[in-house]
Nanobody, 123 residues
Framework: QVQLVESGGGLVQAGGSLRLSCAAS????????MGWFRQALGKEREFVTA????????YYADSVKGRFTISRDNAKNTVYLRMNSLKPEDTAVYYC????????????????WGQGTQVTVSS
């Protein structure tokens, strides 16, 4: 069992930056690939980015490529999402998720989820 807690969300103006954190507790964090998803009001949950168990491989949705950066610190059991050049369309609840055996862009590939943190980007 893995518990995930996101933090760092808030209100920011367009063009600004935020860093989200996701702290994990429970089973060995380094055994899990990690992902970030987001869900805007009235829309389906969508993939943002993912990082491999060691942190050596990362994937990004086209909509955030070049603006967002995922990283992890296995010693601190934490994954981060650095978000730069934020746009109003980035407004959503952001969720981190953990995948034990395989991971990708589908929510179905992830085993554990956090409660989410709200990010609001004003124009």
């Amino acid at each position: 069992q893995v518990q995930l807690v996101e933090s760092g969300g808030g209100l920011v103006q367009a063009g600004g930056s935020l860093r989200l954190s996701c702290a994990a507790s429970g089973r060995a964090f380094s055994l899990y690939a990690m992902g970030w998803f987001r869900q805007a009001l009235g829309k389906e949950r969508e993939f943002v980015t993912a990082i491999s168990w060691s942190g050596g491989t990362t994937y990004y949705a086209d909509s955030v490529k070049g603006r967002f950066t995922i990283s992890r610190d296995n010693a601190k059991n934490t994954v981060y999402l650095r978000m730069n050049s934020l746009k109003p369309e980035d407004t959503a609840v952001y969720y981190c998720a953990a995948a034990r055996y395989r991971y990708g862009s589908s929510p179905d590939e992830y085993d554990y989820w956090g409660q989410g943190t709200q990010v609001t980007v004003s124009s």
